[in-house]
């Protein structure tokens, strides 16, 4: 291998016309950084064509020899890298590994769940050790790991055929959450070479909320109550029939006065005997037995619910006050038997008990709270974690909004790493970034409701200002839905008369694509949330205007404080100066200037393109804006400028990019 082979290799695959500079760039360096063994961090904004050029390098090294996993958020995604490497032509293996759940499991009739598979351990539609299949056909031999299994091809199912097709693959897809589960299992008869994660800002939280504990009774509860009903007889069905859903305890008495009567204090739970298939009973009668083991197993859950609801919102508890007593026996083969005999697949009580079981295991790295009526325990840092997944792969990391790319490196377990930054391929003149010196200071009082709702209204104020003035489609972007209501109102009291799209609290990704097309499509104004923007990709005159109301600083949640004193005692361990401030940017400072940049990344799409972005919040001129320049978050510098000077000068700059916009387009005619 060497690199002039590559250049013309890279050459010859490139399908399209003429190579953006950018991406000759992109591929010398992973090229480079493979063969030496290091890791690289790689900004890339939208248009350079980042895919392309990671997957030329991957296959470059894939006909070589290695092994490559790709990495990436979502099915969409990953459906994308599939195409477009098979576009590319290839003799290579490619396997696509998606997460359980979009798997139909053959066992249940339904689809897939981790930890009914997990469970179901002689399910005949996975490999095993007989060599010949339920059907009659002769099996096909894997060996992995030192251990020889058979698997029918005609029955396994589609997961466990995925799963295989992974072992010997020479390129894998994958998400990022399957690749914290699945790596070791599938990199145990080859050992990956290479990893390259697309949409690398996602990572650190996919990894974190795989391996967060949730320890939430409410729908092992609702399981126990469907089983209580299921296993009872008629005649206590009757009673049961005419408890409503939200009368818990009436339905358990109800329940207990039966077992009380009929179990004439025998143990119910002991009486139950599993031979791995059917339950049955000896000493009681079954319905006594499992009804008394359920009532045991309710009384047990109802004492965590109740001990949950005494907690205080973002209570942090410790690590010794976890020690829940339950005494599980029975009810995980009731619940599998449960699950068989009605044909579904969760087991929402099986995992409750397990994620009980799980706090054993949990370290000083995990900070565990009261959030939403669950006990989340969450790991603060998840450098460790990939660290160890990666082993001894070179790791490339891509994606258009990384920030600091150093801070990524840190916290996502890549050590000391090369960097690269490239340069948008769309001209920087054709877009504004608006720093307004008198806007309002979004940052509200806890305590001071007065002073919060005249921020809001001056706030409400600039937006109205703002939008009239850019007399276009525009985006507007809020911390909260709070906010974002009180804005929606304002602009319907002043008469605004265009269309107003409104992002709700809840609204599912359907409604939401919805919501985006019929902007995009009449044009007016969208309001939206900064989780929202994520997903906004609208290029042309459709969205020439995009304002942030206000910076969106993380709430200050017990994992965010906890990763910050973690960070700031490592850095002073290390005698860097200015700990607690430098732990700041690595945390809150980092999460707010990473969705920034990725809120005003919505506007420019394609290279005709142009636009304002208005930062309302004045605390971006104060300070935190040039913080964002001098750490590299921004590339542009921005204007700042009065919102009275701002109504003059963006009517004039939209006029002339359109201007610009008709010159060149008769141009080309
Ligand atoms: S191995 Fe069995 S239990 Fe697991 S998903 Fe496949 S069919 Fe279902």
Redesign the pocket.
């Known amino acids: 291998m060497d690199f002039y082979e590559f250049k013309e290799y890279s050459k010859e695959k490139f399908p399209y016309h003429g190579m953006r500079s950018q991406q000759e760039v992109l591929m010398g360096k992973i090229y480079e950084c493979v063969t030496n063994k290091k890791n690289l961090v790689v900004e890339a904004p939208t248009g350079v064509g980042k895919t392309l050029s990671y997957l030329i390098p991957a296959l470059y090294f894939a006909e070589r020899g290695k092994r490559v996993m790709i990495l990436t958020e979502t099915i969409d995604q990953q459906e994308r890298i599939v195409e477009d490497l098979n576009s590319l032509k290839h003799n290579l293996k490619v396997s696509f590994m998606m997460g ?1 759940g979009n ?1 139909f ?4 009739g339904e689809k ?1 769940n981790t930890l ?2 997990q469970l ?1 351990k002689g ?1 005949i ?2 490999p095993n050790k007989k060599p010949v299949c339920v059907c009659g056909t002769k099996k096909e031999k894997i060996e992995f790991d030192g251990n020889i299994k058979f698997y029918c091809p005609l029955c396994m ?1 589609d ?2 055929k995925a799963k295989i097709e992974c072992f010997d693959a020479n390129i894998i897809v994958m998400n990022n959450t399957i690749y914290y589960y699945l790596k070791d299992e599938i990199d145990k008869k080859k050992q990956t070479d290479i990893v390259i994660c697309d949409e690398a800002h996602k990572l650190e939280g996919s990894i974190r909320n795989a391996a967060t504990i949730v320890i939430n009774p409410k729908y092992a509860l609702r399981r126990l109550r469907f089983m209580a009903y299921h296993y009872s007889n008629s005649r206590l069905r009757v009673h049961m029939d005419r408890v409503s859903e939200e009368e818990d305890e009436i339905f358990w008495t109800i329940v207990q006065d039966y077992v009380v009567k009929n179990a004439a204090g025998k143990d119910c739970k002991n009486s139950l005997v599993f031979d791995g298939f059917k339950i049955t009973s000896f000493g009681l009668k079954e319905d006594v037995a499992i009804l008394g083991t359920l009532l045991e197993g309710y009384n047990d859950i109802v004492k965590i619910k109740e001990k949950i609801e005494d907690l205080n919102e973002n209570e942090e508890l410790d690590k010794k006050d976890l020690k829940f007593k339950i005494d599980n026996k029975g009810l995980i083969p009731l619940e599998l038997q449960f699950i068989a005999d009605r044909r579904i697949s969760d087991v929402p009580l099986v995992e409750f008990l397990e994620n009980l079981g799980n706090l054993r295991n949990i370290t000083g790295n995990f900070v565990v709270y009261k959030n939403n009526g669950s006990i989340l325990c969450e790991p603060v840092l998840v450098s460790n974690y990939l660290n160890k997944l990666y082993g001894d792969a070179s790791v490339v990391h891509c994606s258009a909004t990384l920030g600091d790319l150093n801070i990524h490196a840190i916290k996502t377990g890549m050590g000391k790493s090369e960097t690269l930054l490239l340069d948008s391929p769309f001209s920087k003149d054709r877009r504004n970034i608006i720093s307004l010196s008198d806007g309002e200071d979004m940052k509200f009082n806890s305590t001071d409701f007065q002073s919060n709702n005249k921020k809001r209204n001056k706030a409400n104020e600039n937006l109205f200002k703002m939008v009239k003035a850019a007399k276009g489609n525009t985006l507007i972007l809020f911390k909260s839905f709070g906010d974002l209501k009180t804005a929606h109102e304002y602009f319907l009291d002043a008469g605004y008369r265009g269309n107003i799209y409104c992002y709700e609290s809840g609204m599912d990704g359907k409604a939401a694509k919805k919501l985006k097309e019929d902007f995009q499509k009449y044009g007016g104004l969208l309001l939206a949330t900064g989780r929202f923007a994520e997903g906004v990709d609208i290029p042309g005159d459709a969205l020439t205007c995009v304002i942030i109301d206000s910076l969106p600083f993380p709430v200050p949640t017990p994992l965010l404080k906890r990763e910050q004193t973690l960070l700031e005692e490592r850095l002073k361990s290390r005698k860097v100066k200015d700990a607690h401030w430098s732990a700041f940017l690595m945390t809150s400072f980092h999460i707010m200037a990473r969705t920034v940049i990725q809120m005003i990344g919505r506007l420019i799409r394609t290279e005709t393109d142009y636009g304002v972005v208005i930062i309302q919040d004045k605390r971006f001129n104060e300070w935190v804006g040039s913080e964002m320049l001098k750490r590299k978050y921004l590339k542009d510098k921005f204007l700042p400028m009065s919102v009275d000077t701002a109504e003059e000068y963006i009517p004039k700059f939209m006029k002339k990019m359109k201007e610009d916009n008709l010159k060149n387009s008769s141009f080309f005619k």
């Not at 499991?105 to 249940?108: A, D, N, R, T």
């Open positions: 359980k798997f499991c053959k066992s249940k897939a009914y598979c179901n399910c539609y996975r199912c997961y466990q």
